[in-house]
């Protein structure tokens, strides 16, 4: 049995980008129907280190990717585990930037903002699906 294999680290990396991002929208929801300003410099922390997280997520999805083989035809794209959580990844950085840009760091997000959020976490819940799927856990 090989005790390191970078094949197998994706498994691992894989649920801090899921557990950061989707803590964040929680956060967000929380200080938006409170009105509790910690709320969300809490939630842009985390968003900052779940969308970090997802780089490596990623990287060691194109890594394990070498034994399943499923990128070599990302499209549709909510077909494919990959092409689903690298569009997921980049809506989640968009928001990112959004709210760098907008100087809404620490401050009620708008209403739209929100709704793509959640919009993307739930795109990110499904990709998870679907990779658990592929590695026969469903």
Do not use: C
């Not at 907008?102 to 997000?109: A, I, L, R, V």
């Amino acid at each position: 049995m090989q005790l390191f294999s970078l094949e197998h680290i994706h498994n691992q990396v894989i649920h801090f980008p899921i557990a950061l991002l989707s803590a964040s929208v929680l956060f967000d929801l929380i200080g938006f129907y409170s009105d509790n300003k910690k709320m969300y410099s809490t939630s842009w922390y985390l968003l900052i280190l779940g969308t970090l997280s997802t780089m490596s997520a990623v990287l060691t999805g194109f890594i394990a990717d070498k034994t399943q083989g499923h990128m070599s035809e990302p499209f549709p794209i909510f077909t494919t585990h990959g092409s689903t959580q690298i569009f997921a990844s980049l809506l989640l950085l968009s928001l990112l930037i959004w709210r760098y840009v907008n100087n809404q760091t620490e401050t009620k997000p708008t209403f739209v903002y929100l709704v793509v959020s959640i919009a993307g976490i739930l795109i990110l819940f499904y990709g998870g699906h679907l990779g658990a799927v592929i590695a026969g856990r469903i």
